[in-house]
Nanobody, 122 residues
Framework: QVQLVESGGGLVQVGGSLRLSCTASGRRFSFNAIAWYRQAPGKQRELVAAINSGGGTKYVDSVKGRFTISRDDAKKAVYLQMNSLKPEDTAVYYC????????????????WGQGTQVTVSS
């Protein structure tokens, strides 16, 4: 049984930083791709960033240059460093466990964490 746990969300002022963590349990991790999604109130869930098993990364245009995704396979963890935060980054952030096929397709699997709230105040 796969379990994903996100942490690191919170309230931050515009221009501030947060580091989100996603830890996995229950299965091998190093062959997996992980994606971060976010969902703001009244909006659809969107892909924010993803990292594949080889460390390749991709980002939605709105966060390029501000967010960085990384992974530590020994800790079965993926991180999302978020800098220069804007009010429009306010959302619940979820991690999704997939593989390299889902990395390239952009289609999430059914493996989600519970989410962590990020609120950016102006």
């Amino acid at each position: 049984q796969v379990q994903l746990v996100e942490s690191g969300g919170g309230l931050v002022q515009v221009g501030g930083s947060l580091r989100l963590s996603c830890t996995a349990s229950g299965r091998r991790f190093s062959f997996n791709a992980i994606a971060w999604y976010r969902q703001a109130p009244g909006k659809q869930r969107e892909l924010v960033a993803a990292i594949n098993s080889g460390g390749g990364t991709k980002y939605v245009d709105s966060v390029k240059g501000r967010f960085t995704i990384s992974r530590d396979d020994a800790k079965k963890a993926v991180y999302l460093q978020m800098n220069s935060l804007k009010p429009e980054d306010t959302a619940v952030y979820y991690c999704n466990l997939g593989d390299d096929r889902t990395y390239y397709s952009g289609i999430p699997t059914d493996y989600w964490g519970q989410g962590t709230q990020v609120t950016v105040s102006s």
